[in-house]
């Protein structure tokens, strides 16, 4: 069974600072990794996507791969109360459409 | 671009009767795939349709069905509704190439009484 597995949470964190979210996976073959994001009530939003090892940044979020651990982190540089939210970790294998995903960590912002 | 539409918004339904959950994917987008969200589960695969036909399944039982149609539309079947069907379906879209960024919809959330 693949599974994903994240922090568990809920991460509290002051504005301004960084939020670090975890994620490891167990299918040593997978091949795409993505972090949602999904406030209360709302679907989940792609931010990151990455396909090999090293860091990948976008704006305030950097997305970070290690594979020989299978090991995934989403860092959120400045968080803003805007950024309070559940965080997914997706997993896709080779040649599989089916994502699989961890249990989301919840991030609260504080003002 | 619109994103992914998905019809109804919101379900009552009593066990035992059947209920169809519609998605259309973002133009261009040939894959489809459809997720269970429910608070004890978290987000779990069903299926996932390219081209009209099932590429992917997940760990569902028979009463789960679907099917894609030539435009890339979806729906989603789910057959003698039982109480632990009540949850947040949804849907996601896309190229179902390499790089496979999937992309969803806003949902049907569904209770079942």
């Known amino acids: 069974q693949k599974e994903v597995e994240q922090n568990s949470g809920p991460l509290s964190v002051p504005e301004g600072a960084i939020a670090s979210l975890n994620c490891t996976y167990s299918d040593r073959v997978s091949q795409s990794f993505f972090w949602y994001r999904q406030y209360s009530g709302k679907s989940p939003e792609l931010i990151m996507s990455?396909?090999?090892?090293g860091d990948k940044e976008d704006g305030r979020f950097t997305a970070q791969l290690n594979k020989a651990s299978q090991y995934v982190s989403l860092l959120i540089r400045d968080s803003q109360p805007s950024d309070s939210a559940t965080y997914l970790c997706?997993?896709?294998?080779?040649?599989?459409?089916?994502?699989?995903f961890g249990k989301g960590t919840k991030l609260t912002v504080n003002p | 671009k619109a994103g992914v539409t998905q019809t109804p918004r919101y379900l009552i339904k009593t066990r035992g009767q059947q209920v169809t959950l519609s998605c259309s994917p973002i133009?261009?987008?040939?894959?489809v795939s459809w997720y269970q969200q429910t608070p004890g589960q978290g987000l779990q695969f069903l299926f996932e349709y390219f081209s009209e036909t099932q590429r992917n399944k997940g760990n569902f039982p028979g009463r789960f069905s679907g099917r894609q149609f030539s435009n890339s539309r979806s729906e989603m079947n789910v057959s003698t509704l039982e109480l632990g069907d009540s949850a947040l379906y949804l849907c996601?879209?896309?190229?179902?190439?390499?790089?496979?960024?999937?992309?969803f919809g806003a949902g049907t959330r569904l209770s079942v009484l």
């Open positions: 996601a879209s896309s190229f179902g190439g390499n790089e496979n960024i999937q992309y």
């Open positions: 997706a997993v896709i294998g080779g040649g599989s459409e089916k994502l699989v």
């Open positions: 133009s261009g987008h040939r894959s």
């Open positions: 990455i396909y090999s090892n």
